[in-house]
């Protein structure tokens, strides 16, 4: 099992970035995909998940309507997007399967920079 995420990502203040998570190794319909950011000094913190089956989408109430999971099956890939970004956003990002009993197995996560 493999989640190989997309490269760093520097913005300015305002725009919007999108990670990518390009899941190997398993079906990758038969596993949610969570989603967790790490801040600077700050421990992990968890955004939400989707379902990759049938796109089904659980948000943390903190990025509710700024944060947007899809999925496209054919490419077995999750993807994030945030939007109006800020300095607070600055974090690594990263992508995780998701098992009845926790996240068994991680991306190595996308460091996004925020910063005019």
């Known amino acids: 099992v493999q989640l190989v995420q997309s490269g760093a990502e520097l913005r300015n203040p305002g725009a919007s970035v999108k990670v990518s998570c390009k899941a190997s190794?398993?079906?990758?319909?038969?596993?949610?995909i969570d989603w967790v950011r790490q801040a600077p000094g700050q421990g992990l913190e968890w955004m939400g998940r989707?379902?990759?089956?049938?796109?089904?989408?659980k948000y943390a109430p903190k990025f509710q309507g700024r944060v947007t999971f899809t999925a496209d099956t054919s490419a077995s890939t999750a993807y994030v997007e945030l939007s109006s970004l800020r300095s607070e956003d600055t974090a690594v990002y990263y992508c995780?399967?998701?098992?009845?009993?926790?996240?068994?197995?991680w991306g190595k996560g996308t460091r996004v920079t925020v910063s005019s």
């Open positions: 995780a399967r998701t098992t009845g009993s926790g996240n068994d197995y």
């Open positions: 190794g398993y079906t990758f319909t038969s596993y949610y």
């Open positions: 989707i379902d990759p089956e049938d796109g089904g989408t």
